[in-house]
């Protein structure tokens, strides 16, 4: 994206888009990442439906494709499925888990969909985690993604854990992003996973087939930086476990 493109953020959308089409079309390796967006969706939302109607410390998940675990072998494979099992590692029961995220979320979608599902649930969550706003480095202007962020950690429940942004992606905006989410998110009562430090180069073995995103490995990470930020009860944080 050049500097120009903020001011046409509508063009810059339709181009992308158009180059994101021939890439799956051209591109074997993005066509298998692309053809998970459907059916980890779906599994999802079948594992919402067993979630809510089971019992059990409930954890809600924010987010967009890395949520989804979009990349990994199967859905459950994500950040989000191996985070789940330090969770239960950790506690030694089960954990439900309603997957709230969507693939190609950014920050907006977790202000005006996400987070009002959230608001809207019935029971107390026993954990919330977001990671969002990695779609927003490549075509949301900056001063939209940070009003949006800004909402979200004024939103979250406290306890929340909020990620920063992962490397690879316009470091000089996600510098800027990730400075607001560990500056504002401690004082608001929130937990910071620090994604962008457990992410970079070397990126051999961390991505998946289409090179953006995350792949077994590279989830490894994330779940890793998750399980620092989570709150120990009596003692030190579970380790994150090797894929």
Known sequence: ????????????RRVRARLGWVARALLPGVREVHAQVAVFAKAWEEANGVALGA?????????????????????????????????????????RVLNLSRSGARADDVVT??????EALDVTPELVTC?????????????????????????????????????G??????TVVNDVIRAEAPPAGLRV??????????????????????????????AAAFAEALP????APPAAPSP
């Open 55 to 95: 019992t059990g410390p409930l954890w809600v998940v924010l987010g967009d494709s890395t949520a989804q675990g979009i990349g990994a072998p199967a859905y459950d494979q994500g950040y989000v499925g191996q985070l789940r099992k330090v969770l239960e590692e950790h506690s030694g029961g089960p954990w």
């Open 1 to 12: 994206m050049t500097p120009g493109d903020d001011a046409h953020p509508d063009l810059a």
């Open 169 to 174: 992606l316009r470091p000089p905006r996600a």
């Open 113 to 118: 969909s996400q987070l009002p599902r959230l």
């Open 131 to 167: 990671a969002i706003g990695a779609n927003d480095m490549m075509a949301t202007p900056p001063e939209r993604v940070l009003a949006s962020i800004r909402e979200i950690i004024g939103r979250l429940p406290e306890g929340a854990i909020i990620a920063t942004v992962p490397q």
């Open 193 to 222: 996973a620090d994604v962008w430090a457990h992410t970079g180069p070397p990126w051999q073995g961390k991505l998946a087939a289409d090179g953006f995103h995350p792949g077994l490995t590279g989830y490894a990470n994330w």
């Open 232 to 235: 120990p009860p009596n003692e």
